[in-house]
C-alpha cells in the first residue's frame, strides 16, 4: 500500500522547484491539485530612524554613548581646540586629557597633586587656566592653577567664584562680617577691586556679561530667594528675580537668558523656566528639573538631564544638593523659543551632573553623580 501510494499518489515537487506537484493519479484525474503558497511581500525601504541610545553614529563604528573614565573626575571641560576633553581625577588632582573617541588615549597634562579637591571650573575663555578648590581639613581653599604648574593664591575665605566670559578676569565673593564682599581681579587674581558690600548671607556671584555680575542668595525649599544683578563698575543691587523657593539659576552664554528652576514652600512643585533678563519676564518649560543639571548651547537650546521618576516626598533642591537623593535622568535638548524636546539619551541610572557641549554642538559630556565617572555622547 505505501508503495502505491508513494508512486502513484504522493505530491511531489518538480526538480528545481518547491512546489509540490500531483502524484501520477492526480495528473490524469486532476484529484490533488495544490493551491500554490501566496508570494512573499518585501516592504518598502524606509529611512533608519535617528540613533536615540547606544549604538553608532551613522556608518561610523565609533559608539554614540562611551565611557572615558572608570575613576571619579572633577570639572571636565574642552579644550580650546575642542578635540579632546580636560578633568581632574578625584583621587590626586591630576589634569588629564582625554580624546573624544576613546578611552583608551589618555595623557596626564599635570601631575598636580591637590588632595581632596572639590571642584574646578576652567577659564571661559583661553581655557589655559583652573580655580582649584579643595578641602583642607574642616576648610575649603583654593587657588588658581595657570598652564601645567604655575599657581596663584586666591583668598582662605572665598565662598564663590566665576570667570568673565572672555575668561580674562574672575570675580568672588569673600565672607565679611554677617554678609558678603563681591570683588573682581585679573585672571591672575592681582588689581583686586571691590564691587559692593551685601547683607547676603552664603551668596554666589556670576560674571554674565562683559558689565554685569549677578549674586544669587542660597537655594533652599523652605526659604524665599533672591537674584540680584550689578554693574562690574559698582554700585546698587537691583532685584532681578525672586522671591521664590528653591530658587536655581543657570545663565546663558551671551547674558540674555536664564534658566531658572523654584518650588511651592517646602521644596515641593518643582518647576523649570527660561527668563528674559531684558524683559524680567519668565516662560514655563515643559520639562522638571533643577537648573543645575542644565548646560546652554546657545540663547536658544539647552540641554538638560530630566528625572525620570518624579519623587513626590523630596525636598527641591536640598535633598539632591546634600545627596539624600540620587536621580535617574533622561537627557533632553530643548529650543527655548517654541517649547519643542528632543530625547538624547534614555538609558542606564545616570545621575547626570556637569553637563558640558562643544561649540559645533557636535559633542557632550556629564559626569554620572553616583560614582563619578566621564561620560561623552556623540551628537552626529
Same mark, same amino acid.
Given at each position: 500500500?505505501?508503495?502505491?501510494?508513494?508512486?502513484?499518489?504522493?505530491?511531489?515537487?518538480?526538480?528545481?522547484?518547491?512546489?509540490?506537484?500531483?502524484?501520477?493519479?492526480?495528473?490524469?484525474?486532476?484529484?490533488?491539485?495544490?493551491?500554490?503558497?501566496?508570494?512573499?511581500?518585501?516592504?518598502?525601504?524606509?529611512?533608519?530612524?535617528?540613533?536615540?541610545?547606544?549604538?553608532?553614529? &551613522?556608518?561610523?563604528?565609533v559608539?554614540?554613548?562611551?565611557?572615558?573614565?572608570?575613576?571619579?573626575?572633577?570639572?571636565?571641560?574642552?579644550?580650546?581646540?575642542?578635540?579632546?576633553?580636560? %578633568?581632574?581625577?578625584?583621587?590626586?588632582?591630576?589634569?588629564?586629557?582625554?580624546?573624544?573617541?576613546?578611552?583608551?588615549a589618555?595623557?596626564?597634562?599635570?601631575?598636580?597633586?591637590?588632595?581632596?579637591?572639590?571642584?574646578?571650573?576652567?577659564?571661559?575663555?583661553?581655557?589655559?587656566?583652573?580655580?582649584?578648590?579643595?578641602?583642607?581639613?574642616?576648610?575649603?581653599?583654593?587657588?588658581?592653577?595657570?598652564?601645567?604648574?604655575?599657581?596663584?593664591?586666591?583668598?582662605?575665605?572665598?565662598?564663590? %567664584?566665576?570667570w568673565?566670559?572672555? !575668561?580674562?578676569?574672575?570675580?568672588?565673593t569673600?565672607?565679611?562680617?554677617?554678609g558678603?564682599?563681591?570683588?573682581?581681579?585679573?585672571? %591672575?587674581?592681582?588689581?583686586?577691586?571691590?564691587i559692593?558690600?551685601?547683607?547676603? %548671607?552664603?551668596?554666589?556671584?556670576?560674571?554674565i556679561?562683559?558689565?554685569?555680575?549677578?549674586?544669587?542668595?542660597?537655594?533652599?525649599?523652605? !526659604?524665599?530667594?533672591?537674584?540680584?544683578?550689578?554693574?562690574?563698575?559698582? !554700585?546698587?543691587?537691583?532685584?532681578?528675580?525672586?522671591?521664590?523657593?528653591?530658587?536655581?539659576?543657570?545663565?546663558?552664554?551671551?547674558?540674555?537668558?536664564?534658566?531658572?528652576?523654584?518650588?511651592?514652600?517646602? &521644596?515641593?512643585?518643582?518647576?523649570?523656566?527660561?527668563?528674559?533678563?531684558?524683559?524680567?519676564?519668565?516662560?514655563?518649560?515643559?520639562?522638571?528639573?533643577?537648573?543645575?543639571?542644565?548646560a546652554?548651547?546657545?540663547?536658544?537650546?539647552?540641554?538638560?538631564?530630566?528625572?525620570r521618576?518624579?519623587?513626590?516626598?523630596?525636598?527641591?533642591?536640598?535633598?539632591?544638593?546634600?545627596?539624600?537623593?540620587?536621580?535617574?535622568?533622561?537627557?533632553?535638548?530643548?529650543?527655548?523659543?517654541?517649547?519643542?524636546?528632543?530625547?538624547?539619551?534614555?538609558?542606564?541610572?545616570?545621575?547626570?551632573?556637569?553637563?558640558?557641549?562643544?561649540?559645533?554642538?557636535?559633542?557632550?559630556?556629564?559626569?554620572?553623580?553616583?560614582? &563619578?565617572?566621564?561620560?561623552?555622547?556623540?551628537?552626529?
Amino acid at each position: 500500500g505505501g508503495v502505491v501510494y508513494y508512486y502513484f499518489f504522493a505530491p511531489r515537487a518538480p526538480s528545481g522547484t518547491t512546489q509540490p506537484s500531483r502524484g501520477i493519479i492526480g495528473y490524469f484525474f486532476g484529484s490533488s491539485q495544490t493551491t500554490p503558497p501566496p508570494p512573499v511581500a518585501t516592504p518598502e525601504p524606509t529611512p533608519a530612524p535617528p540613533i536615540i541610545d547606544g549604538g553608532t553614529v &551613522g556608518t561610523s563604528s565609533v559608539p554614540r554613548l562611551l565611557q572615558l573614565t572608570n575613576f571619579p573626575v572633577v570639572s571636565p571641560s574642552f579644550n580650546k581646540q575642542e578635540d579632546r576633553i580636560l %578633568f581632574y581625577k578625584k583621587e590626586g588632582g591630576a589634569l588629564v586629557s582625554s580624546e573624544l573617541d576613546s578611552n583608551k588615549a589618555q595623557e596626564t597634562v599635570s601631575a598636580l597633586t591637590v588632595i581632596g579637591i572639590l571642584d574646578a571650573p576652567r577659564s571661559t575663555g583661553e581655557r589655559d587656566r583652573s580655580a582649584i578648590f579643595y578641602l583642607d581639613q574642616e576648610s575649603v581653599k583654593a587657588f588658581l592653577h595657570i598652564g601645567t604648574s604655575s599657581i596663584a593664591l586666591l583668598p582662605e575665605n572665598i565662598t564663590s %567664584f566665576s570667570w568673565s566670559p572672555d !575668561g580674562k578676569q574672575l570675580a568672588y565673593t569673600v565672607r565679611e562680617g554677617q554678609g558678603e564682599r563681591v570683588v573682581t581681579a585679573d585672571r %591672575f587674581a592681582k588689581n583686586q577691586k571691590i564691587i559692593t558690600d551685601t547683607p547676603l %548671607f552664603d551668596a554666589s556671584v556670576s560674571w554674565i556679561t562683559p558689565n554685569t555680575l549677578v549674586l544669587m542668595t542660597a537655594p533652599s525649599g523652605f !526659604g524665599e530667594g533672591f537674584v540680584f544683578s550689578m554693574p562690574t563698575s559698582g !554700585g546698587g543691587l537691583h532685584a532681578l528675580i525672586g522671591p521664590r523657593f528653591g530658587l536655581q539659576a543657570n545663565w546663558s552664554p551671551d547674558g540674555t537668558r536664564g534658566l531658572i528652576s523654584s518650588t511651592r514652600r517646602g &521644596g515641593s512643585a518643582l518647576t523649570l523656566s527660561w527668563f528674559d533678563i531684558k524683559k524680567e519676564e519668565a516662560h514655563l518649560l515643559p520639562i522638571v528639573t533643577i537648573a543645575d543639571k542644565c548646560a546652554w548651547v546657545s540663547a536658544k537650546k539647552v540641554y538638560c538631564a530630566v528625572p525620570r521618576d518624579s519623587y513626590p516626598t523630596a525636598v527641591w533642591p536640598d535633598d539632591y544638593l546634600r545627596g539624600a537623593l540620587h536621580t535617574a535622568d533622561q537627557i533632553v535638548a530643548v529650543n527655548l523659543d517654541d517649547g519643542t524636546t528632543e530625547n538624547i539619551l534614555n538609558q542606564g541610572a545616570f545621575d547626570v551632573v556637569n553637563i558640558i557641549t562643544s561649540a559645533k554642538d557636535d559633542y557632550l559630556a556629564f559626569t554620572n553623580r553616583t560614582d &563619578g565617572t566621564l561620560w561623552r555622547i556623540k551628537l552626529r
